[in-house]
C-alpha cells in the first residue's frame, strides 16, 4: 500500500479549470488500477491532496435540486458567480475566496476501503483544526460535514462535503469556510437544508484568521489521521 501523499496547493483557481484538472488525475489513476488488473502487477498508486480556493462558485450534485439556486442567469452575473452541475454526491453548495476547499485524490486500497469512514475521517480533521483555534464541533445526526453545536436548535454548519468514488478512488471533498463571505449562501438553499445556518472560522471567532496557518493545521490532521506522508 503506498501510504505517499502529493500536496499541492492551486491558490485561487477557477472551479472548471480544478474539476478537469482533478478528472485528469482521477483517470489516470484509474488507469493505473486497470492495468495492474488486466497485467497483474502491483505498480503503486499515487495519491494527491489537493488545497484550493475558487471565485464565487454554486456547483449542483448529481441528485441535487436544481430549485435550491435561488438566482436565475441575472442574478449570478450581478453576484459574478458562476453555476455547475457536477458529477459529486450531495446538492447544492457554494465556493468562495477564504474557503478552503480540500479535494483528497486518495486510492483508498492504500488506506481502508470504506466510504462512511473515509469521510467520518475527513470531518475529524476539520474538527480537530477547529478545536485547535478554541472551536468545538462535531456532526449532525443524518447529515455530512462538520457543524457547530450541532445537538442545539442554533446548529449551523461549517464545513460541506461531497464526494465521488470509483474503484475506491476518490475526487470532490470538502468545503471549509474559513473568512468565506457567507451572504452567498443566501441566494441557494445549502445542501438542501433550508432551516439551519452556514457559519465560518471568522464569525466564530469574530476576527479574520490566518488562512495559510489553517491550511498547516488542517492538512496536517489529515495526513494523521490517514497514516500518510505528505510529499
Known amino acids: 500500500m503506498n501510504k505517499h501523499v502529493n500536496f499541492m496547493d492551486w491558490g485561487l483557481l477557477d472551479y472548471q479549470d480544478a474539476w478537469r484538472r482533478q478528472e485528469e488525475v482521477f483517470a489516470a489513476i484509474l488507469a493505473l488500477k486497470q492495468e495492474n488488473r488486466i497485467n497483474q502487477t502491483a505498480l503503486p498508486t499515487p495519491n494527491y491532496l489537493i488545497f484550493?480556493?475558487?471565485?464565487?462558485?454554486?456547483?449542483?450534485?448529481?441528485?441535487?435540486?436544481e430549485e435550491y439556486l435561488l438566482l436565475d442567469e441575472e442574478g449570478l452575473k450581478e453576484k459574478e458567480a458562476t453555476?455547475?452541475?457536477?458529477?459529486?454526491?450531495?446538492?447544492?453548495?457554494?465556493?468562495?475566496?477564504?474557503?478552503?476547499?480540500?479535494?483528497?485524490i486518495l486510492d483508498l486500497d492504500n488506506f481502508f476501503t470504506d466510504i462512511h469512514l473515509y469521510l467520518r475521517t475527513l470531518e475529524e480533521a476539520v474538527i480537530l483544526t477547529l478545536a485547535d483555534y478554541g472551536v468545538i464541533a462535531g456532526r449532525y445526526p443524518g447529515f455530512t460535514g462538520v457543524w457547530i453545536d450541532a445537538d442545539k436548535e442554533t446548529a449551523r454548519k461549517i464545513c460541506a462535503m461531497g464526494v465521488r468514488a470509483s474503484r475506491w478512488v476518490t475526487m470532490h471533498g470538502f468545503a471549509f469556510n474559513v473568512n468565506a463571505d457567507l451572504s452567498y449562501f443566501g441566494h441557494i438553499v445549502p445542501c438542501g437544508i433550508d432551516d439551519k445556518d452556514v457559519t465560518s472560522l471568522e464569525r466564530e471567532l469574530g476576527f479574520k484568521v490566518d488562512i495559510e496557518e489553517v491550511k498547516t493545521k488542517l492538512k496536517n490532521h489529515i495526513a494523521a489521521l490517514f497514516h500518510m506522508e505528505l510529499l
Open 83 to 104: 453555476y455547475y452541475k457536477i458529477n459529486r454526491g450531495g446538492d447544492i453548495t457554494y465556493h468562495g475566496p477564504g474557503q478552503i476547499v480540500g479535494y483528497p
Open 52 to 65: 484550493t480556493e475558487h471565485p464565487h462558485v454554486y456547483t449542483l450534485g448529481k441528485s441535487g435540486h
